[in-house]
């Protein structure tokens, strides 16, 4: 069983920037990916970037340029900085870590970006 464990979230006012982290409980460079999803109120969850394991990065076209990803393999850690925070950017944001044989995802609990007007 893997465990991923999202933090950083917290109210930000438009303009502003924060940095998310995920800390996965085994080596992250034994899976297949791990990416930052967000579900904003009353829609569906979306992919907002995505790290493969071999370190090639994908990103949501509305959001590139504004986000980034990142990851520490000795810290078992992915982070998602975000800057130029828009009140659209509010939502639950979510860490998964899919294993090698891509049969399995695992997903952190959330953590909640409020970005005020």
């Known amino acids: 069983q893997v465990q991923v464990v999202e933090s950083g979230g917290g109210l930000v006012q438009a303009g502003g920037s924060l940095r998310l982290t995920c800390v996965a409980s085994?080596?992250?460079?034994?899976?297949?990916?791990m990416a930052w999803y967000r579900q904003p109120p009353g829609k569906q969850r979306e992919l907002v970037a995505r790290?493969?394991?071999?370190?090639?990065?994908t990103y949501a076209d509305s959001l590139k340029g504004r986000f980034t990803i990142s990851r520490d393999n000795a810290k078992n850690t992915i982070y998602l900085q975000m800057n130029s925070l828009k009140p659209e950017d509010t939502a639950v944001y979510y860490c998964?870590?899919?294993?090698?044989?891509?049969?399995?995802?695992?997903w952190g609990q959330g953590t909640q970006v409020t970005v005020s007007s």
């Open positions: 998964n870590y899919v294993t090698v044989t891509l049969l399995t995802t695992y």
């Open positions: 085994v080596s992250i460079s034994s899976g297949s990916s």
């Open positions: 790290i493969s394991r071999g370190g090639s990065t």
